[in-house]
């Protein structure tokens, strides 16, 4: 009998935890961002050059704060645009800033995506920063990337999860140029945020001429048109206004004007799905559909219930039965 009680109360107990560890989803491998800066070399003082920002791995991430940095007393950000990879995410509906000219006198382009539904993967060109050197400059250059914010958060979830990345900085080699004194910032990884510091670069001095000029505007590349009858299937319904009903000599204007409005039919959709109860079966079965995890739920519950309720009656004959005797 006591075996009985055991076998009943592990039951009871198993069905419970299955109530609660069922709809829980498992935990996702974010995988590992890697953020890139491209070199530049032989850059002439004065001359315009190029640094692109790529992203690569097999990362899952809803959410991203970074900045690209450098040294705003010896380089100049011209302007800044868009890569594939950015315009990609803009038109997919995500919201994404890049605010190249706040703290342009501090060296700093901020970056910041979110992602609410389908978190951003894959590999491509965030940014194609435009530079100069200032003249005078004999020191090559750095432009370093800094990750302050690295999460995957699904939809539905009152948690994050860290996602794991790596940087690699742009070394901007000048004609005749020498190496800074202490090395260079090669970059790093780490796990939802940087491990390093931010290089502590100096603030432009507000009398530089470069102080009171910002970058120019972001340039976005145009998204691609969609022609729509290249695929019918995915083209939306052209919807036109009902047509009104109005009495054989009367005039629809005078009625308004009357404070009588004009009767109008019902919408085609309406009609249809009034008239045809196939359409009224769908959505029976849709709501069907909906209310399966719900009853699924209470059929858990209830199980787990008549367990417990057969192992405390179980323990109560017993009991009794010890007493008789």
Known sequence: ???????????????????????????????????????????????????????????????????????????????????????AITAAGNFVTVDA????????????????????????????????VKDGVTVNQQVIMIV???IYLPLGSMTSSDV??????????????????????????????????????????????DAQTTPEPIETSPLPSVNPSSNPATREPITTPAPVNTPEGTDPAGEQQAGTAAPTQAPADEADSSADPSKASEGNEENAGNNDGTKKTVLICVVAALALAAAAAVTTVVVSKKKKH
């Open 164 to 209: 794991a990345f790596t940087t690699e900085n742009s070394v901007i080699t000048l004609a005749n140029g020498s190496e800074p004194d202490n090395g260079y910032n090669e970059g790093g990884s780490g796990v939802g945020s940087n491990t390093s510091e931010s290089p502590s670069y100096p603030t432009r001095d507000p009398n530089d001429p």
């Open 101 to 132: 000219s706040t703290l342009s006198n501090s060296g700093m382009v901020k970056i910041g995506i979110m992602c609410p539904i389908e978190p951003a993967t894959g590999e491509g060109d965030m940014l194609i920063l435009h530079f100069h």
């Open 1 to 87: 009998m006591k075996k009985l009680i055991s076998i009943l109360t592990a039951l009871a107990v198993l069905i419970l935890s299955a109530a609660f560890v069922l709809p829980a989803a498992a935990a996702a491998d974010t995988g590992t961002a890697h953020f890139t800066l491209s070199d530049a070399d032989n850059v002439t003082p004065g001359e315009s050059f190029t640094v692109t920002l790529h992203v690569s791995g097999d990362y899952q991430a809803h959410g991203m704060n970074l900045s690209v940095e450098y040294d705003p007393t010896c380089m100049v950000l011209e302007r800044c645009e868009y890569g594939d990879y950015m315009t």
């Open 148 to 150: 302050t914010e690295l």
